[in-house]
């Protein structure tokens, strides 16, 4: 597995606390390392007012029958694949980014693989 974070400006900083940019970031960081088949991407960038961070793997991505129940608490795309999970990451990170006047949302474009972009208030 290849994993490789990338950031236009080494001094970009959200405005959130460590914690918060943590329990945000996890929940995608594990969905992509779970379901890429070689590569995982994490990009880190500026836009006016946040910094956004866009986490990409290359697997097979969200199946277009679940994106409308991808941020619903208790769902999983695949409940037997083997990984014993609540389907609560996702629905948290993006109910915590939205505290602090962010977003996550999942690119249905995006193709191969999944694309999930974090926007926090720029720090």
């Not at 236009?8 to 970031?25: S, Y």
């Amino acid at each position: 597995m290849k994993a490789a974070v990338e950031a236009e400006d080494p001094e970009v900083e959200a405005g959130v606390t460590p914690a918060v940019l943590e329990r945000v970031v996890s929940p995608l960081l594990s969905n992509a390392l779970r379901h890429a088949r070689s590569n995982v991407t994490v990009r880190v960038r500026r836009a006016v007012g946040s910094v956004r961070i866009d986490m990409t793997d290359d697997g097979l991505g969200v199946p277009e029958a679940f994106v409308s129940a991808l941020f619903q608490p208790g769902r999983c795309a695949d409940p037997g694949d083997g990984h014993e999970r609540a389907g609560l990451g996702l629905p948290l990170a993006r109910r915590l980014a939205r505290s602090v006047r962010g977003e996550v949302s999942q690119d249905s474009g995006h193709a191969p693989g999944a694309r999930f972009t974090v926007s926090l208030p720029a720090g």
